[in-house]
């Protein structure tokens, strides 16, 4: 049984998982005239720009058979919010899977301001598996409702609580220097310290990895810094893990594409930040 709680008692981690879950967002993609959640997604401004940092796989269908693909809306009675108009960025990288979405003015002022964009000093650009307390927060299918009749969607975000996975990965699965890998059994602990059943992360996919502090009993959340280390993307469930993309190769898709923002990336990236 792990000690992973996919929805923590500690008072930080609730603090922590309500800011962070205002930069969290789902997406829809619309088939035969219903919504069918199709993964999760990171809001970050890098000057004027806005984005959504997500995982590649999930966008490949839409992209390749133009299947139109929306987020939800800030007021929960209102239709989803189209992104059709967004300038997708994929990377072409086989062993990372990340992708930027840019974001049009519409869509931005539909999202603010009660969702949060993150900056580039949320993030941290070391590829390093550091141990800690981290949060997997994304939107599960198992917690996403369609109302088909009124296309109003109910989503609820997962907030997962694990550390590093220290097993064996599979084979050819795992290169350090692109991913990191987490704990993620269905079999956990509830915020009572019961047995309970976390829900299948499908749906989650392209969602925010975080760490919340570098302690792994989370006793010190916060007196440390919160920050987002990578982009999950996948889930290997016959041994409890999932993995990511670390959270620079996205910035590095962002840096190669959009030329004008890279003073603004110097300027607020660590020193020596290089892709």
Same mark, same amino acid.
């Given at each position: 049984m792990s000690e992973q709680e996919p929805n923590s008692s500690k008072p930080e981690i609730e603090e922590w998982r309500k800011?962070?879950?205002?930069? @969290?967002?789902?997406?829809?993609?619309?088939?035969?005239?219903?919504?069918?959640?199709?993964?999760?997604?990171?809001?970050?401004?890098?000057?004027? @720009?806005?984005?959504? /940092? =997500?995982?590649?796989?999930?966008?490949?269908?839409?992209? !390749?058979? *133009?299947? $139109?693909?929306? =987020?939800?809306?800030?007021?929960?009675?209102?239709? $989803?919010?189209?992104?059709?108009?967004?300038?997708? =960025?994929?990377?072409?990288? +086989?062993?990372?899977?990340?992708?930027?979405?840019?974001?049009?003015?519409?869509?931005?002022?539909?999202?603010?301001?009660? &969702?949060?964009?993150?900056?580039? %000093?949320?993030?941290? @650009?070391?590829?390093? $598996?550091?141990?800690? =307390?981290?949060?997997?927060? #994304?939107?599960?299918?198992?917690?996403?409702?369609?109302?088909?009749?009124t296309r109003i969607i109910q989503a609820e975000p997962l907030p997962f609580v694990t550390g590093i996975f220290t097993g064996?990965?599979?084979?050819?699965?795992?290169?350090? *220097?692109?991913?990191? /890998?987490?704990?993620?059994? &269905?079999?956990?602990?509830?915020?009572?310290? %019961?047995?309970? +059943?976390?829900?299948?992360?499908?749906?989650?996919?392209?969602?925010?990895?975080? !760490?919340?502090?570098?302690?792994?009993?989370?006793?010190?959340?916060?007196?440390? %810094? %919160?920050?987002?280390?990578?982009? *999950?993307? !996948?889930?290997?469930?016959? &041994?409890?893990?999932?993995? #990511? @993309?670390?959270?620079?190769?996205?910035?590095?898709?962002?840096?190669? *594409?959009?030329?004008? /923002? &890279?003073?603004?990336?110097?300027?607020?990236?660590?020193?020596?930040?290089?892709?």
């Open positions: 800011k962070l879950s205002l930069a @969290t967002i789902p997406f829809y993609g619309l088939q035969d005239k219903q919504f069918k959640p199709n993964g999760s997604g990171v809001l970050l401004q890098i000057a004027d @720009t806005h984005f959504v /940092l =997500t995982a590649a796989h999930h966008l490949e269908g839409p992209l !390749r058979h *133009q299947i $139109p693909y929306y =987020t939800a809306p800030v007021d929960l009675l209102a239709p $989803p919010i189209s992104l059709h108009d967004a300038i997708v =960025t994929v990377s072409r990288n +086989e062993v990372l899977d990340v992708a930027v979405l840019e974001l049009a003015a519409e869509v931005v002022e539909q999202l603010l301001p009660v &969702r949060n964009f993150l900056r580039l %000093k949320d993030i941290d @650009t070391r590829p390093a $598996p550091i141990p800690g =307390t981290y949060l997997v927060m #994304g939107f599960p299918c198992a917690y996403t409702h369609t109302n088909e009749q064996e990965p599979l084979p050819g699965s795992y290169d350090p *220097q692109a991913h990191i /890998l987490l704990e993620y059994s &269905r079999e956990c602990l509830d915020h009572h310290g %019961k047995p309970s +059943e976390s829900p299948h992360p499908e749906g989650m996919s392209g969602c925010g990895i975080w !760490r919340l502090a570098e302690d792994a009993k989370g006793d010190d959340i916060h007196s440390q %810094k %919160k920050c987002l280390v990578a982009i *999950q993307h !996948r889930y290997f469930g016959k &041994r409890d893990y999932i993995k #990511g @993309t670390w959270a620079v190769h996205a910035l590095c898709l962002i840096a190669e *594409q959009y030329e004008e /923002l &890279r003073p603004a990336m110097s300027i607020q990236l660590p020193k020596g930040f290089t892709c």
